[in-house]
């Protein structure tokens, strides 16, 4: 079902390349490198026989990319890494260029090994956003992203090392919210694998439309364990 879904997608809008981002992690979609390896042969499989050349890249999925889950939250976060900004999530922009970099090789745009030098070139000189905005316009104009009017921090319980992150666990706090049916809700990760953090400091930040989504989410956060693993 996840190949069909994905490649019919590209197939269905005249792709010839695909790159295809698998995260590899405990708690990711794809749990371990040899079921990776297995969908990656069943999306160069098909795409062969749908006309598409597919190149899967495994790629760290052992804690989210960027801060935001949840569309808007995720929206800002792209936003900052087009627009340039400083504070911009910067293992979002490195994936990004990877993967951008793996595009641009396998359509010849520029020889093996050279695609993201060109995709980080791009990003720099605002060629990206440039475009982005472009394609925003053709497809009926840029919004901001919407801010949700409820939010509230977690906090560590205690103090130490972030040893690891339950992404599936984190998702369900950001789905409790009301994300992705409600596109202001999710969540802001605050906390990253192997920083350290002090007593009272928030691990996350749930946003929600609704008090009533905001606690339930709050809540379940609470009674879930470890979500965010802290060791001394």
Known sequence: QLVASVLSKKAAAGATDVVIDIPVGPTAKVRSVAAAKRLCGDFRAVGQEVGLHVLPVLT?????VGRGIG?????????????????????LRERSLLLAGHILELAAVVPTGGGQALAREILQDGRAWTKFQAICRAQGGMREPLTAPFARPFNAARGGRV??????????????AGAPRDSSAG??????????????????????????????????????????????
Request: charged content about 25%; overall charge negative; proline content about 6%.
């Open 60 to 64: 760290d999925g052992t804690q989210p």
């Open 71 to 91: 569309p808007a939250l995720e929206a800002q976060d792209v936003l900052a890494v087009l627009q340039g900004d400083p504070d911009a999530p910067s293992d």
């Open 163 to 176: 040893a690891r992150i339950d992404n599936r666990r984190l998702a369900r706090v950001a789905k409790l």
């Open 187 to 232: 969540l802001v990760l605050h906390a990253r694998v192997g920083a350290r953090v002090e007593v009272g400091q928030p691990l996350f930040t749930v946003h929600a439309e609704s008090v009533g989504e905001l606690s339930y989410a709050l809540a379940y956060a609470t009674e879930a364990g470890e979500i965010i693993v802290i060791e001394k």
